[in-house]
């Protein structure tokens, strides 16, 4: 058996929870506020394994479901609202997600659907859309629907006793993104916002009507909105257990120099579908991962493209990227 993973308290009252997910990415966190309304940050994936981690570490803390009064979720993705319609079930109360990412809690299928034109368009082949479809089939138990939410924006304020956190609404790795700030105390719990030595993977999404979100240039417009706000100390949803803010923006910054000139040096060979671009990216990836990877580059080539230096090509069917002036003399 597993060693059992004990909470840690990283606040008075406000307890680091680790719960196991089945992707690559390894454990979520979630964030317990053992204060007055008793809350819940996040909740991890509906598996079993994860379900019996929350509920043994919430016994640890003498909690149980009925009395989480607050359900709050950072983003819309399957490891962190997951597991929060069942939790529902066994009693706790109220979840709260932005309304930008309601779309994809409450019908996740519908959401992975409308990708698939896009994600042709973008050059993935058939048989990788195929395998994007099984990918759908097997995570559908990971996720389930949510019905009843409530909205939360941009500079709301949740109150305990002795204690308030802010929302910041930070759009990019998900267009529903959110972060609960302590401005006070300079910190924040910070969902899948920013790691010390990954960017987060800003994930394709579409929207109801059909647009197409530019999720890097809407993270990178939220860095820059998080940096003014001062906030030195960060506790992500994943990796490091907490986090400097001051050392992980340097490192996006030299990340981001570096992928740039990457892009722009493959780019030179000539046009290609981002799907093509993250082939010689990840000539060795696997048709699993295709997905993230693929996600990773549309968001670079939207900044690359916001930024002048790269020129989209689009037609109903495809959509290719060259260099600003490629081709000619
Ligand atoms: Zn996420
Ligand atoms: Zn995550």
Not at 77 to 82: E, I, N
Request: zero cysteines; charged letters at 25%.
């Amino acid at each position: 058996m597993a060693a059992k993973v004990q909470p840690r308290e990283i606040k008075p009252g406000i307890f680091q929870l680790e719960l196991p997910t089945p992707y690559p990415i390894g454990p979520v966190y979630a964030y317990l506020i053992k204060r007055d309304p008793i809350s819940l940050i996040d909740a991890g994936v509906n598996s079993p394994q994860s379900l019996a981690a929350i509920n043994e570490q919430l016994r640890y803390l003498g909690v149980s479901p009925p009395q989480i009064e607050r359900l709050l979720l950072t983003h819309g993705h399957s490891d962190h609202y997951g597991a929060a319609q069942t939790l529902r079930d066994t009693g706790a109360k109220g979840i709260f997600i932005h309304p930008r990412d309601m779309d994809k809690v409450t019908n996740r299928r519908e959401y992975y659907l409308r990708m698939r034109p896009y994600l042709a368009q973008m050059g993935m082949p058939p048989d990788y859309l195929e395998y994007f479809v099984k990918f759908i089939v097997w995570e559908t138990p990971y996720a389930r629907d949510l019905d009843m939410i409530h909205p939360i924006r941009q500079g709301d304020l949740f109150f305990w006793d002795g204690m308030k956190l802010e929302v910041m609404y930070t759009p990019g790795h998900s267009p529903g993104h959110v972060i609960f700030l302590e401005p006070e105390g300079g910190w924040a719990i910070t969902g899948d916002f920013i790691f010390a030595h990954i960017t987060p993977d800003p994930i394709i999404d579409i929207t109801p009507s059909g647009f197409r979100t530019p999720s890097m240039p809407l993270h990178m417009d939220s860095i820059k909105r998080f940096t003014a706000r001062g906030i030195h100390t960060y506790y992500p949803g994943h990796r490091e257990r907490e986090g400097r803010t001051r050392e992980a923006l340097e490192e996006l910054k030299k990340r981001m120099a570096y992928k740039k000139r990457v892009y722009l040096e493959i780019l030179a060979q000539g046009p290609m579908t981002p799907f093509q671009l993250m082939r010689r990216l990840y000539p060795e990836s696997k048709k699993g991962e295709a997905f993230v990877l693929l996600s990773e580059v549309m968001g670079r080539l939207d900044l690359l493209e916001m930024e002048g230096g790269v020129v989209a090509h689009r037609t109903k069917d495809t959509i290719t990227y060259s260099l600003k002036g490629y081709g000619k003399p």
